[in-house]
């Protein structure tokens, strides 16, 4: 489903980000992308959904070349990703239904299909109850939740996560994590970058590890392998 070939990044500060990443990640997988900090997980994480270009090398996702995707064909791919970051990133002035339907209001869906997938999503995230309030009157962990209902709500084939347990206590994170075993059962691919040790040594999936902009490790059932 995502394919790396010979994957090279350079920033313009000259930071080599990757150098020279192959990877296949099937339909269905979870894999866990580790690694010391500024090791390369994000520019990999942003890499699959066109947030960062190579700078040489090939990415695909299905069989769509994303590497050399016109800038107006870039909506029509994120269409078909979700994506989760640490920090959630939901609009303040909209209530958890409102974030949450934005996304299919943007691509111009019909009313009743939008009602419809929301409430489902949002029946998914156990947030049902919490539908009209906003993003300042939730927790963190609830926030995290509706920012996971927004990722899935067009029903993506992947979910990209950044850290999406970076900002949230413990007890929270394994809660998140259900949530992810939930969309990934429905046979979404869950990519996500972590640092949460205990989370990846407890509930097992392949893990990748990043090392100055290297794969130095690729296993299922893999450790997290670093102290932190
Ligand atoms: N936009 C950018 N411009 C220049 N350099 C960048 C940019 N983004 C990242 N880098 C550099 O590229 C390297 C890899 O960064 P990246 O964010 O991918 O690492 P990471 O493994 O996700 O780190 P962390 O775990 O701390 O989030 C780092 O040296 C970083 O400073």
Redo the contacts with the bound molecule.
Sequence with gaps: MIKMKNVYKK???G???SNGINIEIDRGEFVYVV????????????MIFRE?TPTSGEIFFNDINITTLKQKQIPQLRRRMGVVFQDFKLLPMLNVYENVAFALEVIEESPTNIRKKVNEVLALVGLTQKARMFPNELSGGEQQRVSIARSIVNHPEVVIA??PTGNLDPETSWEIMDVFKKINARGTTIIM?T?NKEIVNTIRHRVVA?EG?LITRDEIGGDYGYER
């Design positions: 920033y313009a500060n930071v080599v980000a690694g010391p900090s500024g090791a390369g997980k994000s520019t990999f994480i942003k960062e950044d850290e970058a640092h990043i902009g």
